[in-house]
């Protein structure tokens, strides 16, 4: 039995009463909370393994980044200052297209780097580009070596779409039930990798290929993972296409459920809020994304007021452009004061809310992760208060979203093991990384004709 004693930090629960320990301890034994508490830790804890002195640090769960592409770590800053539709076309489809087994792995690995710096314990990847066959084993297999707490959220499309990622039903269902199977299930399997349905847009997939694996994903337990009225012509297409707006598409064929993620959320009209609160379905926000491409304004203050689960998420570095946790807590406050013209809003422990537990609900661990308590699973980051940015800290929900920042993140845990520590990554060389994913990203760019002006 491995365990870990964190003491002296400031302990930030992020439980239904939103506790906040000036200074106390989080016990760990293997991968579970084993005991958190205010104050001095019991003697007995002494005794652990390993001992770590959080003072004048904030102690927090790790945060779930709920939608991400991760291959996009190649393409951030490829092209700047277009709406979605043209940006796939002139930065995502050509790059894409190309990608390899091993360049998928590469970028993966460089993503999830940044997320742990970034202070993500738990990444959903929406994981679309399957040119080659084992993409998807390659960003798997970054997320195992990387210790992460991993969904693969596998991506498929089967009409109306760029042809190189459309699918056969088949091919969609047998390929997402290979790749359980061996991450989630088989000899592969480390408990942290899941995989689910993720059908990329409403008016990209048929009704039959949807209501098939929906109803393959009610026999596994696991959830639905879709992009849904991101921007008013995508809403538009499917109103020109079906009749109905993407909410309410979903409810008309029976996919609309509890487990499902919609991704974005933007344009929603009354009666699709009242779909997803009566299915009680889980919104995923991306407001730096959705800021990014100008695709709107996601109505998430009156969604958390009708009791709708909002996680939060930092999209693709391709539209963000990154992936940092850190950073998206304090543009989700401020894009909602700003939108509704009310200070009061969102405050520090909504933000927190939504990136831990409403996190924790998009990933399907609601009782696991999210929060520090004990029987949880012992997914922690702890962030340095010990600066110029922050000090005095007299609040500590408020200074982790309005003061710090990735720079801050000191140190991350994930089912007990630690994977950064005094700022430094201890699973690979970082920098023998960055020097390959540099490489290697001018050999796909080479390949793709892609021309960096």
């Known amino acids: 039995m491995s365990s870990i004693l964190i003491k002296n930090g400031s302990i930030v629960t992020v439980n239904d009463s939103d506790q906040v320990y000036k200074i106390g ?13 205010e104050g001095d830790a019991p003697a007995q804890y002494n005794d652990a393994n390993k001992i770590i002195d959080a003072s004048l640090m904030a102690v927090m ?25 043209d940006w796939l076309k002139a930065a995502i489809w050509p790059v894409a297209q190309a990608l390899t087994e091993e360049e998928a792995y590469v970028a993966a690995m460089v993503g999830m780097v940044e997320n742990i710096r970034g202070g993500a ?30 969904m693969l959220a596998r991506g498929w499309t089967d009409q109306d779409y760029f042809p190189a990622f ?18 989630q299930l088989g000899d592969n399997a480390n408990g942290r ?12 997939c048929t009704k039959e290929t949807m209501c098939n694996t929906h109803e393959i994903s009610q026999t596994w337990g696991s959830g639905t993972h879709i992009h849904v009225a991101e921007t008013k012509t995508e809403v538009d297409i499917n109103l020109e296409k079906r009749g109905s707006r993407h909410i309410e598409w979903l409810a008309e064929i029976g996919v609309l459920n509890s487990k499902m993620q919609l991704v974005h959320s933007v344009w929603l009209e009354d009666n699709e809020l009242d779909l997803i609160e009566k299915h009680d379905a889980i919104v995923v926000h991306c407001p730096v994304s959705n800021m990014y491409l100008a695709s709107g304004v996601a109505r998430v203050p009156e969604m958390r007021e009708r009791g709708i689960r909002v996680a939060l998420a930092t999209d693709g570095p391709g539209s963000n452009n990154n992936q940092d946790m850190m950073e998206l807590l304090k543009t989700t406050a401020l894009l909602h004061k700003v939108d509704t013209l009310n200070a009061t809003i969102l405050l ?34 702890l962030v340095d208060m010990d600066t110029p940015m922050a000090m005095p800290v007299h609040r500590v929900p408020s200074a982790l979203v309005y003061n710090l920042s990735n720079r801050d ?25 960055l020097k390959r994913a540099r490489k290697t990203c001018a050999t796909l760019f080479e390949r793709a004709g892609v021309v960096v002006e």
């Open 25 to 37: 301890y989080v016990y760990i034994e293997d991968d579970l909370i084993m005991a958190v508490g």
């Open 193 to 204: 990798i899941q995989v689910e349905f993720a059908p990329l847009i409403p008016w990209g």
């Open 61 to 85: 769960p790790g945060m779930i980044n709920a939608h991400t592409h991760l291959f996009q770590t190649f393409i951030r800053g490829l092209a700047d200052d277009k709406p979605l539709l």
């Open 348 to 381: 520090p422990e909504d933000v927190l809310q939504m990136a831990c537990r409403g996190g924790a609900e998009a990933f399907g661990m609601p009782d696991q992760i999210g929060s520090l308590e004990v029987g949880k699973k012992a997914d922690i980051i």
């Open 409 to 433: 993140v000191d140190t991350v845990i994930v089912d007990g093991k630690i994977l950064m520590q005094d700022k430094e990554i201890l699973f690979l060389d970082e920098k023998a990384l």
């Open 121 to 150: 314990t738990s990444i959903i990847d929406h994981q679309y580009i399957h040119t080659e066959p084992g993409n998807d084993d390659g960003v798997c297999r970054a997320a195992d070596e990387a210790g992460v707490r991993f």
């Open 166 to 183: 459309m699918e056969e039903q088949e091919q969609i269902i047998s390929e997402t039930t290979r790749l359980r199977d061996k991450w």
